[in-house]
T-cell receptor
Framework: GAGVSQTPSNKVTEKGKYVELRCDPI?????LYWYRQSLGQGPEFLIY????????DSGLPNDRFFAVRPEGSVSTLKIQRTERGDSAVYLC?????????????FGPGTRLTVL | SQKIEQNSEALNIQEGKTATLTCNYT??????LQWYRQDPGRGPVFLLL?????KEKRKERLKVTFDTTLKQSLFHITASQPADSATYLC????????????FGQGTRLTINP
């Protein structure tokens, strides 16, 4: 079956611009996660959705970052006034429920480059 | 502050030998520990999960141990193959429903033929 998909695969933007990154989770998965991964580092948690609501947004670095999941499936990560330090691979993951021990299924990521 | 460290950035092993990767953590009490594999340009792929009350878990050529006293997990690949070459990440989950994975920085494993 289809895995987690993310679009675009690559995004190049200029400092100060607004970007949206999209995640399509595995069908039926209620939990959705966003992570950010810099070169040579492990993924860093940003936000977790259970259904439509953000259950934990403690990893969002500042108020320029926002994410939504209005119908409990597709999610969009939105970054305003991008900065060069936002350059990273943004990973999305989903799991069947929000149960702690569930494995998370990751998408291939969106590589964001801010010039 | 919470810290997770994987033993080295890179590890080179001869084909057929056992590769052992280490994950240490401080200021943290995880309920579960997971290991993931990540290939270049791809997202992490789940391999194994071990609970705090389990000492060891096996899956085919993989073995994971979890020592909550030492605050350490060991990940072993026996009879290693060049196809096992990848970056391996350990990830911790906390208690009381905390859902976020906290990852180590990863160890890049290369199996030489």
């Amino acid at each position: 079956g289809a895995g987690v998909s993310q679009t675009p695969s690559n995004k190049v933007t200029e400092k100060g611009k607004y970007v949206e990154l999209r995640c399509d989770p595995i069908s039926g998965h209620t939990a959705l996660y966003w992570y950010r991964q810099s070169l040579g580092q492990g993924p860093e948690f940003l936000i977790y959705f259970q259904g439509t609501g953000a259950a934990d947004d403690s990893g969002l670095p500042n108020d320029r970052f926002f994410a939504v999941r209005p119908e409990g499936s597709v999610s969009t990560l939105k970054i305003q006034r991008t900065e060069r330090g936002d350059s990273a691979v943004y990973l999305c993951a989903s799991s069947p429920t929000g149960t702690s021990y569930n494995e998370q299924f990751f998408g291939p990521g969106t590589r964001l480059t801010v010039l | 502050s919470q810290k997770i460290e994987q033993n080295s950035e890179a590890l080179n092993i001869q084909e057929g030998k056992t590769a052992t990767l280490t994950c240490n953590y401080t200021n943290y009490s995880p309920a579960y520990l997971q290991w993931y594999r990540q290939d270049p340009g791809r997202g992490p792929v789940f391999l194994l999960l071990i609970r705090e009350n389990e000492k060891e878990k096996r899956k085919e050529r993989l073995k994971v141990t979890f020592d909550t006293t030492l605050k350490q997990s060991l990940f072993h690949i026996t009879a290693s193959q060049p196809a096992d070459s990848a970056t391996y990440l350990c990830a911790l989950l906390g208690f009381q429903g905390a859902q976020k994975l906290v990852f180590g920085q990863g160890t890049r494993l290369t199996i030489n033929p």
